[in-house]
């Protein structure tokens, strides 16, 4: 299947910084990304959709201006978390759809691991 | 978001046993996809289904995309220890849209 390549692994930040994680396809081009997050023992949620050269898209309840995303490219999408707070621990996931294929499934990264304090 | 329930929530089993989960929601979706997590790491496709009524195998697995294109279910045939894992259930409401998750299947394979 296709890769899609996550950035850092794990990161632990203190109180009040950003941090920046980053999410490739290694071997298509993808218009359309998507970020998650997952709490211990849950689902995954699904906090925006990102869109290629234009804005993202949020879900209802995630705050725009915390959760940053940027896709300049067709194969780099960034996700920024301002101003982190302990509450935004959590497990990042980006998954991302191959644009030249018709009905294909959504490859993940391996996620990301923040830890704020 | 949309709301897929996915039930059991948990299972313990003896290995060479077969397990069956299922997902359903009460929206329509065109596409099912079918997932297993580890700890700390991504989820990994296991089995795509794009059309109502589609049954696809893969090893020992076997999915189902329900006719009522409102629910899916996931078998798994004489279990074995490495099948231990989080199954998640995918659903897209219509091509090129997001995926939402169903709540999880914890899978415990018991020698």
């Known amino acids: 299947g296709a890769v899609v390549s996550q950035h850092p692994s794990w990161v632990i930040c203190k109180s009040g910084t950003s941090v920046k994680i980053e999410c490739r396809s290694l071997?298509?081009?993808?218009?359309?990304m998507f970020w998650y997050r997952q709490f211990p023992k849950q689902s995954l949620m699904l906090m925006a959709t990102?869109?290629?050269?234009?804005?993202?898209?949020?879900e209802q309840g995630v705050e725009k201006d915390k959760f940053l995303i940027n896709h300049a490219s067709l194969t780099l999408s960034t996700l920024t978390v301002t101003s982190a707070h302990p509450e935004d621990s959590s497990f990042y996931i980006c998954?991302?759809?191959?644009?030249?294929?018709?009905?294909?499934?959504?490859?993940f990264g391996q996620g990301t691991r923040l830890t704020v304090v | 978001g949309q709301q897929l329930n996915q039930s059991p929530q948990s299972m313990f089993i003896q290995e060479g046993e077969d397990v069956s989960m299922n997902c359903t929601s009460s929206?329509?979706?065109?596409?099912w996809l079918w997932y297993k997590q580890d700890p700390g790491e991504g989820p990994v496709l296991l089995i795509a289904l794009y059309k109502a009524g589609e049954l696809t195998s893969n090893g020992r697995l076997t999915a189902q995309f329900g006719i009522t294109r409102k629910d899916s279910f996931l078998n798994i045939s004489a279990s074995i220890p490495s099948d231990v894992g989080i199954y998640f259930c995918?659903?897209?409401?219509?091509?090129?849209?997001?995926?939402?998750f169903g709540t999880g299947t914890s899978l415990t394979v018991i020698p």
């Open positions: 929206s329509i979706f065109n596409t």
């Open positions: 995918a659903g897209q409401l219509s091509f090129g849209n997001q995926f939402y």
């Open positions: 998954s991302a759809r191959d644009t030249g294929q018709i009905d294909t499934e959504a490859f």
């Open positions: 071997d298509f081009q993808a218009t359309t």
């Open positions: 990102s869109n290629e050269g234009s804005k993202a898209t949020y």
